[in-house]
């Protein structure tokens, strides 16, 4: 199964909330996402959907 990923700014608009936001998320771990380089993120769809809905793994 493919599951879509996102860039912070994608993540940002999907959650309806701020870019730092994720940032902020990403970097203190409750939002799980794969660093790419030292400035490249990206976030599965299902960690979103997870963030939605007050759950994560």
């Known amino acids: 199964m493919s599951d879509k990923l996102f860039t ?3 993540a ?3 959650l309806k909330v701020t870019r730092r936001t994720i940032y902020n998320w990403l970097l ?4 799980p ?4 380089g030292p ?5 599965r769809k299902q960690d979103l959907d997870a963030m939605l809905k007050g759950k994560q793994d």
């Not at 203190?28 to 939002?31: A, D, H, K, T, V």
């Not at 996402?33 to 790419?36: D, H, R, Y």
């Not at 400035?39 to 976030?43: M, P, Q, Y």
């Open 39 to 43: 400035k490249l993120w990206r976030i």
């Open 12 to 14: 940002a608009e999907y």
């Open 8 to 10: 912070p700014e994608e």
């Open 28 to 31: 203190s771990g409750r939002l």
């Open 33 to 36: 996402g794969q660093k790419l």
